[in-house]
């Protein structure tokens, strides 16, 4: 299915605050040793067996963080009665939450987390077990398992377009492009467009994405329909990271970032979404209203909060748009 057979009511997830499961954060990589073999011993085998069933199939699962960590007992309560293998989990928990820059509640959706995972956890070790007496846990976490996985990248655990889908997508979506009257593109990728033209020197396609083939279109017919919309558009179909089931990103900028994006550009042009403009027109607009990208990809103030709101093109903005902007695309 192509971006623009996409219709409103068959998106099936209804928003990042919702969730459509709920995992104690260590079972991320309880999950990962069991995609490997293992018969890992810490608690929680059927929803880690759910959890990589699920993801497998579809990568844009929203997954729910979650942890008993701040219901600890009163402190005059008898410890003698205390759970050990649940002081183990509390501690996996914040261990991997603190790595990953997450809180209890979170949610994430299962690329944008795998990825996060791999990214930042190199072992379980240190985590699952340690040498200290009484505190040794998973014997599995020096077994190498995880590791294995980890160095298959994210893709041995949530599902990756393959080269034969996304190929079959570019060639229907680039003759769709070439007949279509009008152009439908989400606004920040305009300038996505202007930072790959880069004055001329980037000129040539790419197997990602549809940003050459929509550039040549509007330089070959300037006064062509361009329509600004939400979430995905034409320049999405072939990229790995689209997900042709709900029309969603499942790309990290794509879970709050490109969104952020997409209204700062609506907001600076004084549009909303839908309008629909001819291309010399709009572009004009947008090179005089927006003279670089850090307005916008680096957020006025090129500061980044959290791993989430990365930058894209640098903290000062990307010199690529600036030249286009200043040479102009037609």
């Keep these: 299915m192509s971006i623009s057979e996409i219709k409103p009511n068959i998106i099936k997830n209804s928003g990042i605050s919702n969730h459509d499961i709920e995992i104690r954060p260590y079972h991320l990589l309880k999950s990962v040793c069991t995609l490997g073999g293992l018969e890992c011993p810490l608690h929680g085998k059927e929803i ?4 990589v069933s699920r993801i497998k199939q579809d ?11 701040d219901e600890i007992p009163y402190y005059k309560n008898d410890y003698r009665q205390i759970d050990k293998q649940d002081v183990f989990n509390r501690k996996r928990d914040l261990d991997i939450l603190q790595k990953l820059g997450l809180i209890p509640g979170d949610i994430r959706r299962a690329r944008y987390l795998f990825e996060l995972l791999f990214q930042r956890i190199t072992t379980p070790y ?12 998973c014997q599995f976490a020096t077994s190498g398992v995880y ?4 160095n298959r990248s994210f893709s041995a655990m949530v599902y990756l377009r393959g080269d034969e889908e996304r190929n079959s997508y570019k060639k229907s979506s680039v003759n769709e492009i070439a007949k279509s009257d009008t152009i439908y593109i989400r606004p920040h990728h305009l300038m996505c467009m202007c930072c790959h033209y880069d004055a001329g020197k980037g ?3 790419s197997n990602a994405d549809n940003l050459y083939e929509i550039l040549k279109r509007i330089q070959e017919k300037p006064d062509i329909n361009i329509t600004l919309v939400e979430g995905c558009c034409m320049v999405c179909d072939p990229c790995d990271g689209y997900d042709p089931k709900t029309g969603l990103c499942v790309h990290a900028g794509g879970l709050i970032r490109d969104y ?16 629909t403009i001819q291309a010399k027109e709009l572009i004009a607009l947008m090179f005089e209203r927006i003279g670089s990208t850090k307005d916008i990809c680096g957020y006025g103030d090129g500061i980044i909060t ?6 894209c093109g640098g903290a000062d903005g990307n010199e690529a748009y600036s030249r286009t902007r200043e040479k102009g695309i037609f």
């Excluded at 590791?147 to 980890?150: A, K, P």
Aim: hydrophobic share 40%; net charge neutral.
């Design 48 to 51: 880690v067996k759910e959890l």
């Design 59 to 69: 990568p844009t699962l929203r997954i729910k963080l979650v942890s008993n960590v």
């Design 126 to 137: 240190g985590i699952c077990s340690f040498d200290t007496e009484g505190w040794q846990g």
């Design 147 to 150: 590791e294995i996985i980890r």
């Design 203 to 205: 000129n040539s396609p």
């Design 260 to 275: 952020k994006k997409d209204l700062d550009v609506f907001q600076k042009l004084g549009l909303m979404p839908g309008a």
């Design 306 to 311: 959290a791993y989430e709101w990365s930058i």
